[in-house]
């Protein structure tokens, strides 16, 4: 069974920069995409980023657009989310996900999920 898991959270100055990892227990399927959710305390969880893992397509949410770039490696089987420039509004809890077909905004189209990395960013 597929497995996800995350590292690189942890706490930041705001301007500051970290890049999480995401690194997937199988070898990549033909078809399928990765995401970057985030969850703060109360609130829903929210669209960060999606890669098309063959296409290389890559979409953002509009509150990281410019600040954030996915990215994957296929031989280490991880994909990367560096974050730079950033705001006490980044604080939450970062989650990877897998999806089958083309990259998704919605957290329900996702089948499997890492246990999620805390980043903290101060003001």
């Known amino acids: 069974q597929l497995r996800l898991v995350e590292s690189g959270g942890g706490l930041a100055q705001a301007g500051g920069s970290l890049r999480l990892s995401c690194a997937a227990s199988?070898?990549?399927?033909?078809?399928?995409?990765m995401g970057w959710f985030r969850q703060a305390p109360g609130q829903e969880r929210e669209f960060v980023a999606a890669?098309?893992?063959?296409?290389?397509?890559?979409y953002y949410g509009d509150s990281v657009k410019g600040r954030f770039t996915i990215s994957r490696d296929e031989v280490k089987n991880t994909v990367y989310l560096q974050m730079n420039n950033l705001k006490p509004e980044d604080t939450a809890v970062y989650y990877c996900?897998?999806?089958?077909?083309?990259?998704?905004?919605?957290?329900?189209?996702?089948?499997?999920w890492g246990q999620g990395t805390q980043v903290t960013v101060s003001s």
């Open positions: 890669i098309e893992w063959r296409g290389d397509s890559t």
């Open positions: 996900a897998f999806e089958f077909g083309p990259p998704g905004q919605d957290p329900g189209e996702y089948g499997t």
């Open positions: 199988e070898r990549a399927w033909t078809t399928h995409s």
